[in-house]
């Protein structure tokens, strides 16, 4: 099972991003999904996530601001970003909880990381 993150960059404050992660491989289901994100010298801690359902949860610092969404058909979760903030700088990295086959307990599986910069 890999995740492909994609969509990071530079943009100014006040500015939007829109990330992508594709999970692909052998894929029996997927439950949760979601967006964590590490600035340096901090620890990883969550953004955003997303259940197979679409219940979804936010940290207080992006509530408002991001949006996470999935498609099942194509075991993908976005994160839209909207007025973003210096503090907001940070690689961001998906995370899908994944069963492989029938006989398979879920297993946490992560992207490789998409940077993002918040700079004027």
């Known amino acids: 099972v890999q995740l492909q993150a994609s969509g990071g960059g530079l943009v100014q404050p006040g500015g939007s991003l829109r990330l992508s992660c594709v999970a692909s491989?052998?894929?029996?289901?997927?439950?949760?999904m979601g967006w964590y994100r590490q600035a340096p010298g901090n620890e990883r801690e969550s953004v955003a996530t997303?259940?197979?359902?679409?219940?979804?949860n936010y940290a207080d610092s992006v509530k408002g601001r991001f949006t996470v969404s999935r498609d099942n058909a194509k075991n993908t979760v976005y994160l839209q970003m909207n007025s973003l903030k210096p503090e907001d700088t940070a690689v961001y990295y998906c995370n899908a909880e994944v069963k492989k086959g029938i006989f398979y307990a879920f297993s946490d599986y992560w992207g490789q990381g998409t940077l993002v910069t918040v700079s004027s």
């Open positions: 491989g052998s894929i029996f289901g997927i439950k949760g």
């Open positions: 997303i259940t197979s359902g679409g219940s979804t």
